[in-house]
């Protein structure tokens, strides 16, 4: 049966928000046989107060608080929900009304969460970052460059003293950070407690030797209980950061951690994968955006944005959209990068980066020490502003890496 008649006076064009509203963007596109005004007072009504039928407990007072669609444009609307419909600092409840059954209801053939204008009420119920973009460069001591780090290559199959090698290298090349891949936790051949505290102790020494303060990024992420547990063994073993996938751990999880920071004061870097899942259908599913803005309310310090020039789906103006947005989050690059990307890179997001490249630091044909050395060198150059070509005739291993990939003017 076609839903026409079964939502109404959710529609209300005349509508002005109020400043404690919380305002959604939706892309809308209407099932067949219905307007796109009734579409759209379908998903204002199941997302706060409305069902598909009249009902004996609906009061005057309860309907005033029903979500109002104030203004359509095209195929998009936006919808106004008063503030009293969420729980304040619940980042699940809020995901369940906005962003919750509307996608699968007969009237729409698809729904996009485009974006949201979020009520100071509501962002002061969170916790927010502990750190950020200052609070990292205060705990690493580089003022103004961009940071390089990598992810350890391969993603699974080294051992714990193996991985901790590989970290050793990179540090020594000259990077900032060194971090575990997304599907490393605590497997049989590399464990989480073992692994900690192998690479902290190459950590400590790649600090000594070069005079440069180093960070890990243990991957944290797991069951609730036990994923607090392996944060505070990062702490009592001198660890500064805690990695987390903050879409598979789920906004609960990610919520808890960030309480428990409040005595641990890691730094929380925040992995978005799955997110291409939600975010990649244009038409259907929910932005990076609404998912940026979930992470950085609950208090991630830093958050990845993506880079447009690496491997990844994502046009240019959606990062550097993003990278405006996360802020003070401190927005990290990472997919498909190698040294020949740093310039355009630099160019399009600015210093206040974190550049992190897997394969670009240990596919170097001399190995992930040269690799390491390479990237950094492609910072250097791009800092003193000098082309790659002009400074690879000084700098053996990015000349060796500009041979291997080449580079973007």
Not at 61 to 82: C, S
Not at 313 to 339: H, M, N, Q
Request: with cysteine; aromatic share 8%.
């Amino acid at each position: 049966m076609a839903g026409s008649k079964k939502y109404s006076g959710y529609v209300q064009l005349d509508y002005a928000p109020a400043k404690d509203d919380l305002v959604m963007l939706y892309k809308i596109k209407p099932a067949k046989g219905i307007s796109f005004e009734q579409a759209a007072e379908a998903v204002a009504a199941e997302s706060s107060i409305g069902t598909w039928t009249e009902i004996a407990t609906m009061s005057p007072e309860i309907k005033k608080m029903g979500a109002k669609v104030f203004d359509i444009r095209g195929n998009y609307a936006k919808i106004a929900y008063p503030l009293e419909l969420f729980e304040p600092g619940n980042m699940p409840q809020i995901w369940s009304s906005v962003a919750g059954n509307i996608f699968n209801m007969k009237d729409i053939e698809s729904l996009r969460l485009e974006d949201a204008q979020w009520p100071r009420a509501l962002v002061k119920s969170f916790r927010g970052p502990m750190h950020g973009i200052s609070g990292v460069r205060k705990l690493l001591k580089v003022k103004t460059r961009p940071l390089c780090g990598t992810i350890i290559k391969p993603k699974l199959g080294l051992s714990e003293k193996g991985h901790a090698k590989v970290a050793y290298n990179a540090w020594i090349g000259g990077l900032d950070i060194v971090k575990d891949d997304e599907n490393l936790t605590s497997q049989p051949f590399n464990k989480f407690y073992s692994r900690v505290k192998e690479t902290l102790k190459l950590r400590d020494k790649a600090e000594k030797e070069t005079g440069e303060k180093k960070m890990y990024m243990a991957n944290v992420s797991a069951e609730t209980k036990e994923m607090l547990k392996r944060a505070h063994f990062v702490k009592s073993c001198g660890g500064e950061y805690a990695m987390v996938d903050i879409l598979t751990v789920g906004w609960s999880g990610l919520q808890t951690l960030r309480e428990e920071n409040e005595d641990l004061k890691l730094v929380l870097h925040a992995h978005r994968a799955m997110h291409g899942a939600i975010t990649r259908n244009k038409n259907h599913g929910i932005s990076m955006a609404f998912i940026a803005d979930a992470a950085k309310l609950i208090g991630v310090d830093q958050l990845h944005i993506g880079t447009a020039v690496g491997k990844m789906l994502e046009t240019k103006e959606d990062v550097i959209a993003l990278s405006k947005r996360v802020k003070p989050v401190f927005p990290v690059c990472s997919g498909g990068l190698y040294p020949g990307l740093i310039p355009p890179l630099v160019r399009m997001l600015g210093n206040d980066i974190i550049i992190q490249a897997g394969g670009g630091v240990h596919g170097h044909p001399w190995g992930t020490t040269a690799g390491a050395k390479a990237m950094r060198q492609a910072i250097d150059a791009t800092m003193a502003k000098k082309t790659l070509k002009e400074w690879a005739k000084t700098h053996k291993e990015l000349d060796l890496a500009v041979k291997k990939w080449g580079y973007e003017r």
